[in-house]
């Protein structure tokens, strides 16, 4: 491990805005779920980014809505790290980093404590025997539906024109509604999403994927009930 890495984790373990729980607190007493509101002191609506990287949406997302909580999911810490200092330094109140296997989602937050997720730029996970990996396959959209509000919307950023169809597809043949679907949010002039900021925050991922001309797609959508 880099001097650099290992620095970043241990400040990580002093950060007022970065919750590392083990494995076992996870899954059998996480302190935080269904208490999320007590941990902000508030009673504003919760935003997930998954897969957050250095947390440049948890981040930005914060600074343009400080009606909502937004907590950056990612298992690498050191790359967080970066979302969480310029959340402190700019004090930034609503804005959280939890260091944990998108997995174990569902034991980390209660049912209808979550308005809406964001899912930026995950591994497309393209082979078959790394279907169970993709974080829009069927048994992680059933995770998602556990703690969304019954009208939580889901937004999926990609550059993976595969996943991109992959959970089209998927979407349709299990009777979810979708709400914006597009291709080329960049290249076509024309495009003007509903969704705020969908074209202005970039992360560090996004800006390396489009400079070599990989087109980001999008989708929002929201999962039926059961």
Known sequence: MGKNKAARFRENTILPNVIQPTRDQAINSFEHKGKWKEFFGNDNPIVLELG????????????????????????????FWF??????????????????????????????????????????????????????????LAKYRQILKKDGIIHLK?????????????????????????????????????????KDIRTYYEELFSSKGKTITYIKFKLKNE
């Open 52 to 79: 957050c990287g250095k947390g440049e949406y948890s981040v930005g997302l914060a600074k343009a809505f400080p009606e909502k909580n937004f907590i950056g999911v990612d298992i690498k810490g050191a790359r």
């Open 158 to 198: 990609t550059d993976s024109e595969y996943l991109h169809g992959y959970t089209l597809g998927l979407l349709q043949g299990l009777g979810h509604e979708i709400l914006t679907a597009h291709h080329d949010i960049y290249g076509a002039a024309e495009y003007q999403p509903d969704t705020p900021l969908l």
């Open 83 to 140: 979302g969480a200092k310029e959340a402190i330094e700019g004090n930034l109140n609503n804005v959280a980093f939890l260091r944990t296997q998108i997995e174990l989602i569902d034991n980390l937050f209660a049912e209808n404590e979550v308005s809406e997720i964001w899912i930026t730029f995950p591994d497309p996970q393209i082979k078959y025997r790394r279907t169970k990996h993709r974080l829009t396959n069927p048994e992680f």
